[in-house]
């Protein structure tokens, strides 16, 4: 009889229990009663706190004891986020809240599991904002957050530094509460993304690709880039750990940092146009060429100096852990380390490019606005009246982009910086910080490809792929407006001899 009443006791209270899998022990070899109850390592589980998994009966023991959860195996801590065997006694200091007390070896049971469902960050002890206290009823108190934290949304153990000193720290689960910003941000970005990637194909296609077409191309695919890394780091955090979690998250950062010096290039692009200097000689095509290979070098040269020199601190031994310049990278997240290391790696330099943007653009309006009030200059030659409308219609454009971007990550710096040092942002604030990063790509697919002279310049382009050539140089006049006279280069001087525009850059059919 008690053969058959015991699983099926234990088949009913797999259904009605409450209790998470990690935070239950393997009770299958334990004493049976009469009752149903089952006594395990000094414990007794009544039914009510049994459950069948995978033929395994397994017991709530955080239901009926104080209990921690310890990160490893008993016998074991945390060495590069792998458990290694160490024979360090795991015995922690127990609190009432902040004030230290005594209990015996045995008050707690400790749970070997280190599982958290929706992610999860490590505590730094050496940090005042990451001091903690564990409970006597086994939970951990958080002073800098005023939280209190169950066994279920931590593990705590004895982690070793590459130096051999043990020290005590925890890992917190991310609550529900917290995680629907982080997905919600992920989901944005995928939103952004298939328009970045058509933008970049629908340039890629297109038959004469000029500097714009090839800059823009640079900015959209790097943009997208970073956002396919940082999706999955954002909705897979369980599943990256060690190597994958730091190449991850360099990779995501050099992404970003080119996508930025990209962005950077067209304003200085558009400044160099209105500005005066001479381009580089030859024909409009090879000066073209001259310089999208020094904009290259430019915008990859430096985001992989910067991303070397982020590499270079994150693998290095000598640098301490601790440190305010350590990036963090894989410490507990695949991203750079909260506070300073995110501040002065990516927020300040995307800072710095913004403004610097920001204020090209100032300048360049400045100009434009001169040249518009040489009305005398632009009826004397129209050739170059043509020459000024593309570069002004070029400004147009990028001036939308940046303030699209610029009011994107303004939003994004602003609301890093409120979290970071006053506490959690207020939930509509990141939801319109991902409605923005939800549209960005959007918004760069309609003011670059959503446009007529695109589309006759794809429909000559398929013309021409399908054998209808005919029909292609029937959209020739159309598609395209009249080029300039002789070389672009060519620099168009006002009445005022300060001012020199160089149209290096653009016709008018892509603009």
Known sequence: MNRILVPFVSIFVSVTSTCPLFLSVDITNGERFPNGTIAHDNVNYPSRYQMLVN???RGCVCELRNCMRKCCPKGHSVFEDQCKEHNNLFVPQVYEEKLLINVTDDHFYYVESNKCPLGSYKLDPNEDEDQFFIQKDGKIYIPSQEEFFSPEEYCADFFIDDEGTHYLSAVVCFREDINPDTSTYAYGMIISMPFLLLTFLVYAILPDRNLH?????????????????????QLYPNDLSGVYCKTLGILCFFFFTVSFF???????????????????????????????????????????????????????????????????????????????PTLLYFYAPM????IVNISLFAVTACKIKRVQQDTAMLRKD???????????????????????????????????????????????????TDFCNALYGVFVFFIFVFKRNIWKLLKRRYYMISGKPHLARSLTQTAYSPRTTGSSLNHTVSTDKNFVTDSSVLTSEVA
């Open 55 to 57: 033929e395994t009966v």
């Open 213 to 233: 077409g090839k800059s823009l191309m640079c900015y959209v695919i790097t943009l997208f880039g970073a956002y396919a890394f940082l999706v999955f780091i």
């Open 262 to 340: 990209w962005m950077n290039v067209m304003s200085i692009d558009i400044w160099w146009a209105f500005s005066g200097l001479r381009g580089f000689s030859g024909s409009r095509k090879e000066a073209e060429r001259k310089r999208f290979i020094l904009y290259c070098g430019y915008a990859w040269g430096v985001s992989f100096l910067l991303t070397t020199i982020v590499t270079g601190l994150t693998l290095s031994d000598e640098v301490e852990k601790n440190t305010w310049y350590n990036p963090g990278m894989g410490d507990g997240q695949c991203w750079f380390r909260d506070g300073v």
């Open 351 to 354: 800072a710095t490019i913004i």
């Open 382 to 432: 129209e050739s170059k009246k043509h020459t000024y409308e593309n570069d002004k219609q070029r400004f147009n454009l990028y001036l939308k982009l940046m303030l699209a971007m610029g009011v994107n990550w303004a939003m994004e710096i602003v609301s890093w910086i409120v979290d970071w040092q006053i506490g959690r942002v207020p939930p509509p604030v990141w939801y319109l």
